[in-house]
């Protein structure tokens, strides 16, 4: 298998995180978002949409956006568990993801930035603003969400979907400079995440892509 990805991408990061939850074995390959190579002619035939990450399997199929990427890796490796085994919590942690994946990151994507900065002329300011606005807005109701229960993480004893899609979430929000302090629930569960290897070696930082 093939991962095409880019360290700082979160959504390339939470596929990293399922794989190495898993133990499944792949190659990692980059597409620098920076370079602008997600638009070069041969990603785009990997990947029409000209994002990362891009997952090729073993049988050379291409998969692509992290969340049904995730939810084939579930399917196809059902050990360990990403999901809850209850119907109503698998209901409840894909939901929660979901506000990462579907109502917080794609706002502040770097082609939605870059329209923002460049085609709408809006100053660094706004873009700022529009960035604090969204990552808050999300994080808030996450937090409001899952405060006051127990545990480290969210749904079991062992890291899901939400916390695979939070820690990189959060790791933007301090890339964007926001205050995650008060976020006190989603903090813990962070903790606990980046205790356990699966977490440290996905971790932006140090992939071989990675530009400190
Ligand atoms: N919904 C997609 C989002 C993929 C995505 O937006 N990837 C970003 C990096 S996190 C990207 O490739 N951005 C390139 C660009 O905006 O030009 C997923 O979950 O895979």
């Known amino acids: 298998m093939e991962l095409i990805g880019y360290w700082r991408s979160s959504a390339a990061y939470r596929v990293r995180i399922a794989l190495n939850l898993k133990g499944i074995d792949h190659q990692k390959l980059f ?37 049904a990427i995730i939810e084939w890796l579930e399917e196809v490796y059902p050990n360990p568990r990403l999901l809850p085994s209850n119907t109503v919590e698998r209901a409840l942690a894909r939901a929660a993801a979901m506000e990462i994946a579907c109502d917080i990151h794609p706002l502040n994507n770097l082609r939605v930035l870059n329209y923002l900065r460049g085609t709408l002329a809006q100053p660094e300011a706004a873009v700022q603003a529009w960035i604090g606005h969204w990552i808050s807005t999300g994080l808030e109701s996450l937090e409001a969400r899952f405060a006051g229960t127990s545990g480290e ?58 530009r400190v």
């Open 153 to 210: 993480f969210f749904f079991d004893a062992s890291p899901g979907v939400l916390e695979i899609c939070l820690v990189p979430q959060l790791y933007s929000a301090r890339r964007f400079g926001i205050d995650v302090t008060k976020y006190a629930r989603l903090l813990r569960a962070e903790r606990a995440a980046a205790e356990l290897p699966a977490f440290q070696l996905a971790a932006p930082e140090v992939q071989p892509d990675a």
């Open 31 to 67: 597409c620098d978002l920076r370079a602008g190579e997600q638009h070069s002619e041969g990603y785009k035939l990997l990947n029409p949409q000209g994002l990362v990450p891009t997952l090729i399997n073993a049988e050379g199929v291409r998969l692509t956006q992290s969340l």
